[in-house]
């Protein structure tokens, strides 16, 4: 049965019925391949969500943003944002579904860090500035907001290793069929240089793709243990359940 979706614009915020999938990631933690793969699998067309915030309506194109896929009309699209606290607020406790995407918060933070600056002595001085943590945990208030029935945690470390047990349950999670999932990752290699190639294409006045998704490590490989360790001290002082629940995994 098609569902309907209602948008209404205020604040900048849109309401939708309850059946939407909402799914959530800091940038830079897969977002794309994540994006990609999903749509690759189901034909589920992933809409940036600055396309519901257009003046005109939103219709669901017949290929992905990447022209990549070919996309079933039929099905409800699904939501993505790296800033839910701008865009979720009305969506909270209201039966919607939310997968949210984190990774090693050293990456993360390492990762902003080099954005702000390429002396590698400066990096090491930014990467715990108090409001880079603090936005980094937000990410965590905000899943736990959720109901916790309608939420599910994906690792970008488990994402990128263990790609086939990760999507089952995105796909047993969003209610979609895993029946070409075998087909997807026996071609996997494929689609990794395919999505990292249109990556590079859109994104190439940005430098385009870093790791390239090959090296979960890459930021944190030439940054002194001690500074590595810093990070995970400053977080488990001040987020001490976020680091005991989320993040102890990652600990140096």
Partial sequence: MKKLIVFVFVLTICFADESTVI???????????????????????????HRFHSK???IVPDETFYGAHHIDKSKDPILHTHYPYQHL????????KLILIIRNHKEYLLRRAKEKTKDR?????????????????????????????????????????????????VLAFIGESDARLNRYVANIDYHKTKVLNIYNRIYKKDGGAISGGKDVLFHSKDIPV??????????QKKYSHYWETYLKRYKT
């Avoid at 990410?139 to 109901?147: C, G, L, R, T, V």
């Avoid at 599910?152 to 488990?158: A, N």
């Fill in 121 to 169: 002595d400066e990096i090491i001085k930014k990467v715990t500035a108090p409001y880079f943590i603090f936005q980094y945990t937000q990410y965590f208030k905000f899943y736990e907001a959720w109901d916790e029935d309608k939420r599910l945690l994906i690792h970008y470390e488990d994402l990128m290793n263990d790609f086939e047990t990760v999507m089952k349950k």
């Fill in 56 to 58: 005109e309506p939103f």
């Fill in 226 to 235: 001690e500074t590595l360790e810093h990070i995970d001290h400053v977080i």
């Fill in 23 to 49: 799914f959530v990631s800091p940038p830079r933690t897969g977002t794309n391949w994540f994006k990609y793969s999903v749509e690759g699998i189901t034909n589920r067309y992933v809409s940036f969500w």
């Fill in 89 to 96: 607020h009305a969506y909270l406790n209201k039966g919607h």
